[in-house]
């Protein structure tokens, strides 16, 4: 199967040339890497596993309940791949939150916003392109191409809807906690990536469907890899916002729990999605 791109466009978004190399502001943050579009790939489809006991499908959207608890945010100076941001200190989630079981999908926008912004809207397999509402689309895989202000647009609008719950993107510190799950390596779950994630080593280098690899300890699909993920986080640079979690097109070290990276607010990339959080009004 012979994939194209959808538009004439550069398959990345703008990076400028700061983006290149590493920020240095009381420590070291490594931020996007221009990444070729590459061809002639297809991609299969995996059943989607059931999820967690403290999660929840409402509306169609998993929502996973997680606990308060204090954890080690950051890695130990033993670990393969760790920058100097990632200073490992002791960290404590005071209140508890709800975090979608999985990245928010081209469907799960659409149906929201009235448009899919995703630059690979149709890179899927024939099974996984379906209609929504009348729009053909990769429905299950992880929306992308979706700037911080687009983000924040789409919260908007959910929390219009006053359903009794206030829609955010997680912290640093909650994304963290959440990524992972009780656990002090890498990676979280089985401690195998590629159990957990969907990365350069084994994606074909395209996005997959949302939840199907392993859940963590606290039933959340693709912390590692697939797409990065928007947060609220310090980026020590105006415009610039923090996204967690590792893509489709990076290698191993780049999808552990402590990695962090840069983008601008403005921004598109097809490899940057999000993921969100709720709590009761």
Same mark, same amino acid.
């Given at each position: 199967?012979?994939?194209?791109?959808?538009?004439?466009?550069?398959?990345?978004?703008?990076?400028?040339?700061?983006?290149?190399?590493?920020?240095?502001?009381?420590?070291?943050?490594?931020?996007?890497?221009?990444?070729?579009?590459?061809?002639?790939?297809?991609?299969?489809?995996?059943?989607?596993?059931?999820?967690?006991?403290?999660?929840?499908?409402?509306?169609?959207?998993?929502? /996973?309940?997680?606990?308060?608890?204090?954890?080690?945010?950051?890695?130990?100076?033993?670990?393969?791949?760790?920058?100097?941001?990632?200073?490992?200190?002791?960290?404590?989630?005071?209140?508890?939150?709800?975090?979608?079981?999985?990245?928010?999908?081209?469907?799960?926008?659409?149906?929201?916003?009235?448009?899919?912004?995703?630059?690979?809207?149709?890179? /899927?397999?024939?099974?996984?392109?379906?209609?929504?509402?009348?729009?053909?689309?990769?429905?299950?895989?992880?929306?992308?191409?979706?700037?911080?202000?687009?983000?924040?647009?789409?919260?908007?609008?959910?929390?219009?809807?006053?359903?009794?719950?206030?829609?955010?993107?997680?912290?640093?510190?909650?994304?963290?906690?959440?990524?992972?799950?009780?656990?002090?390596?890498?990676?979280?779950?089985?401690?195998?990536?590629?159990?957990?994630?969907?990365?350069?080593?084994?994606?074909?280098?395209?996005?997959?469907?949302?939840?199907?690899?392993?859940?963590?300890?606290?039933?959340?699909?693709?912390?590692?890899?697939?797409?990065?993920?928007?947060?609220?986080?310090?980026?020590?640079?105006?415009?610039?916002?923090?996204?967690?979690?590792?893509?489709?097109?990076?290698?191993?070290?780049? /999808?552990?729990?402590?990695?962090?990276?840069?983008?601008?607010?403005?921004?598109?990339?097809?490899?940057?999605?999000?993921?969100?959080?709720?709590?009761?009004?």
């Amino acid at each position: 199967m012979e994939w194209v791109c959808n538009n004439g466009e550069s398959p990345i978004g703008k990076v400028t040339a700061v983006a290149l190399g590493e920020f240095n502001f009381g420590g070291t943050m490594n931020v996007f890497k221009p990444h070729l579009l590459i061809l002639g790939i297809s991609v299969f489809t995996f059943p989607l596993n059931s999820f967690a006991a403290n999660c929840r499908t409402e509306n169609g959207v998993a929502w /996973c309940d997680i606990q308060p608890g204090t954890f080690m945010m950051g890695s130990p100076n033993t670990e393969v791949g760790r920058l100097q941001d990632e200073t490992l200190h002791e960290v404590t989630i005071s209140n508890s939150f709800q975090m979608q079981a999985t990245e928010v999908s081209q469907k799960q926008w659409f149906l929201e916003m009235g448009y899919n912004p995703s630059y690979y809207s149709n890179r /899927c397999t024939l099974s996984e392109y379906v209609s929504v509402n009348g729009q053909m689309m990769c429905a299950n895989h992880p929306v992308e191409w979706v700037s911080w202000d687009e983000v924040q647009s789409f919260i908007q609008a959910l929390n219009a809807k006053s359903n009794g719950y206030r829609y955010r993107l997680p912290t640093e510190e909650e994304w963290e906690y959440a990524a992972r799950a009780g656990s002090s390596g890498p990676y979280s779950g089985t401690g195998n990536l590629n159990d957990m994630g969907w990365f350069r080593g084994n994606s074909s280098e395209v996005a997959h469907p949302v939840g199907t690899k392993n859940a963590n300890a606290f039933g959340l699909y693709d912390m590692h890899g697939n797409v990065w993920e928007w947060v609220v986080g310090y980026s020590g640079y105006a415009g610039w916002g923090v996204i967690r979690g590792g893509g489709w097109l990076d290698f191993e070290v780049d /999808c552990r729990s402590a990695r962090r990276a840069l983008g601008e607010f403005d921004n598109r990339f097809n490899y940057v999605g999000v993921r969100l959080v709720r709590t009761p009004n």
